[in-house]
């Protein structure tokens, strides 16, 4: 699973300020400038822990506590991503102090905390592999296949010239069958290739 989009959340812990921010991060050079974002966008925050994992085997994962306790907010906000099921993703937890020390154990809960709640919040697309097809078919036709395509393919893309051609993807196998019973076998759907879809989780 990915992020599909940036998501933030805050909270108040005793005083202190924390806001999470997440986004999809395809390497580690996009990690890194997403940090550098967010610490420019805060330059007056107390702290600035990061985590990241990229790869589809999180093959790449950093923490940073950024002068909080070793081991009490990168590690925490690290966990909590390897437990969300995410990958390419980093998350950036911004605290500003409040004047009352949390502890060791409760800077691990509220680093860990905020990252976990943003994560399971923000919205998520997961990667599944689909079919690609063309047809083509008279304009006769396009009653009985146009709104049905457009309703039940992925990205469906017509083109209109002497007859209509119509690209889409499915993740269903059995689309040639459908497409001949629609058409009682005068249209034949060609299939040309596979691909990687994302959908919402």
């Known amino acids: 699973m ?3 989009q940036e998501y933030r959340e805050a909270e108040v812990i005793q005083k202190s300020r924390f806001l ?21 966008e805060f330059p007056d925050a107390t702290h600035v822990c990061t985590a ?7 093959q790449i994962q950093r923490s940073s506590d950024n002068k909080e306790p070793s081991g009490t907010a990168g590690i925490p906000i690290l966990e909590s991503l390897l437990k969300s099921g ?3 993703t980093t998350v950036c937890v911004v605290r500003y102090f409040g004047g009352i020390k949390l502890g060791t154990g ?3 809960r509220a680093y860990g905390g905020i990252a976990a709640s943003a994560l399971s919040h ?31 393919m992925i990205q469906p893309e017509f083109s209109y010239a002497e007859e209509v051609t119509c690209t889409f993807a499915s993740m269903s196998d059995d689309i ?5 019973d ?13 691909d990687i879809q994302e959908t919402p989780v």
């Open 2 to 4: 990915k992020l599909s």
């Open 20 to 40: 999470a921010c997440a986004a999809r991060t395809e390497t580690e050079e996009e990690a890194r400038a997403y940090i550098a974002r967010i610490r420019n």
């Open 52 to 58: 990241y994992l990229i790869g589809p085997s999180n």
């Open 86 to 88: 995410l990958t390419d």
């Open 106 to 108: 409760g800077l691990i």
């Open 122 to 152: 923000a919205p998520k697309v997961k990667e599944v592999p689909v079919n690609l097809y063309r047809v083509v078919y008279p304009y006769s036709l396009s009653g009985t296949l146009e709104s049905w395509l457009r309703t039940n």
């Open 176 to 180: 040639p069958e459908q497409i001949r």
């Open 182 to 194: 629609r058409t009682r076998g005068t249209v034949q759907a060609e299939f040309i290739g596979t």
